[in-house]
């Protein structure tokens, strides 16, 4: 059983920036695909970025591209997301997520996380 522990959410003012980390003690990290999906209330949940293992490939979705970066260091069993320029409709929980294989379907993953909140006024 792989366990994700999120951090870094908060409160912002839109225009800002925020950088959620998700570590895990698990020491099959760095061959697993990681990710972040987020859910806004009322909304269903979204794959936001992914990375590969090594970061030799990255998925972002389109509304975040240019704004948001996704990072993994495996020596340190983490992964990371810098959000920049921070929008009113980024508002929402942030789940940490990791698999064998991608997709965009959230039942497709099998490890989360218990999320952060990340909210931003306008």
């Known amino acids: 059983q792989v366990q994700l522990v999120e951090s870094g959410g908060g409160l912002v003012q839109a225009g800002g920036s925020l950088r959620l980390s998700c570590a895990t003690s698990?020491?099959?990290?760095?061959?697993?695909?990681v990710g972040w999906f987020r859910q806004a209330p009322g909304k269903e949940r979204e794959l936001v970025a992914a990375i590969h293992s090594a970061g030799v490939d990255t998925y972002y979705k389109n509304t975040v591209k240019g704004r948001f970066t996704i990072s993994r260091d495996d020596a340190k069993n983490t992964m990371y997301l810098q959000m920049n320029n921070l929008k009113y409709e980024d508002t929402a929980i942030y789940y940490c997520v990791a698999d064998p294989s991608f997709t965009t379907v959230p039942r497709g993953w099998a490890y989360w996380g218990q999320g952060t909140q990340v909210t931003v006024s306008s």
């Open positions: 698990e020491g099959t990290f760095s061959r697993l695909i």
